[in-house]
């Protein structure tokens, strides 16, 4: 018995248009009752401030906190910590961080070719960093490497005072300050350690990017 085709088609196309329909009624009925303007985080206590609450929130993630005082302090840091930790060599793509590295004698290098079981150390100056979330916020535009940010074992971030912003409409603003209308190609928010869960719920530490997270902050202007 001959296929009706034309009948198929038609109750086809009807299905689509009633999921259609349906996404479109769904969204409409999300969005429009949605105040966009309204800042839905918890706002921040005026007696923590942006750096604290930056702190509390980033090590509550899992991340690993350093204050200095300036970039001396952080040079002599790295020297020690480095062989100390096996992060040597250090893998930078980021021209703001190497001239940094090269002013204070500390050696590093743009291949990110490493040994077997060798760890692949990253360090890289950010965008800013976000209160709220106790995010860092980097971009292809300023590491010059996407892979500088995404797929290192261990992550060192440097930034000062001055980069912390309330929250991650006011981390866009700082962007849109910087760059205007030439937006970096991809712009990265990382909030602690790479994290998964398997089937059974087992979380997994540095499963889609870096084991570690360190954020070096400076106290200066």
């Given at each position: 018995?001959?296929?009706?085709?034309?009948?198929?088609?038609?109750?086809?196309?009807?299905?689509?248009?009633?999921?259609?329909?349906?996404?479109?009624?769904?969204?409409?009925?999300?969005?429009?009752?949605?105040?966009?303007?309204?800042?839905?985080?918890?706002?921040?206590?005026?007696?923590?401030?942006?750096?604290?609450?930056?702190?509390?929130?980033?090590?509550?993630?899992?991340?690993?906190?350093?204050?200095?005082?300036?970039?001396?302090?952080?040079?002599?840091?790295?020297?020690?910590?480095?062989?100390?930790?096996?992060?040597?060599?250090?893998?930078?793509?980021?021209?703001?961080?190497?001239?940094?590295?090269?002013?204070?004698?500390?050696?590093?290098?743009?291949?990110?070719?490493?040994?077997?079981?060798?760890?692949?150390?990253?360090?890289?100056?950010?965008?800013?960093?976000?209160?709220?979330?106790?995010?860092?916020?980097?971009?292809?535009?300023?590491?010059?490497?996407?892979?500088?940010?995404?797929?290192?074992?261990?992550?060192?971030?440097?930034?000062?005072?001055?980069?912390?912003?309330?929250g991650m409409k006011d981390a866009f603003v700082k962007l849109k300050g910087k760059y205007g209308d030439e937006n970096p190609s991809q712009i990265a928010i990382i909030t602690g350690p790479s994290r998964?869960?398997?089937?059974?719920?087992?979380?997994?530490?540095?499963?889609?990017?870096?084991?570690?997270?360190?954020?070096?902050?400076?106290?200066?202007?």
């Amino acid at each position: 018995m001959a296929r009706d085709f034309k009948r198929e088609i038609t109750n086809k196309e009807q299905i689509l248009g009633d999921v259609r329909n349906a996404i479109i009624e769904k969204q409409e009925a999300l969005i429009k009752d949605v105040d966009q303007r309204t800042d839905t985080w918890i706002p921040i206590k005026e007696e923590d401030g942006t750096a604290i609450t930056f702190v509390q929130n980033f090590k509550d993630q899992g991340g690993i906190f350093v204050y200095l005082e300036d970039e001396d302090e952080f040079a002599e840091c790295l020297r020690q910590l480095a062989p100390e930790n096996a992060w040597e060599p250090l893998w930078c793509t980021s021209p703001t961080m190497q001239k940094m590295l090269e002013r204070n004698g500390i050696a590093y290098t743009s291949d990110s070719a490493r040994e077997p079981k060798q760890k692949l150390v990253s360090i890289t100056d950010c965008e800013c960093l976000v209160a709220q979330t106790g995010s860092i916020v980097l971009s292809e535009k300023m590491c010059h490497s996407r892979r500088n940010y995404a797929t290192p074992d261990v992550l060192l971030v440097t930034a000062s005072t001055n980069q912390i912003v309330n929250g991650m409409k006011d981390a866009f603003v700082k962007l849109k300050g910087k760059y205007g209308d030439e937006n970096p190609s991809q712009i990265a928010i990382i909030t602690g350690p790479s994290r998964t869960s398997d089937i059974e719920q087992t979380q997994i530490i540095g499963a889609h990017g870096a084991r570690q997270v360190a954020v070096f902050l400076m106290d200066e202007e």
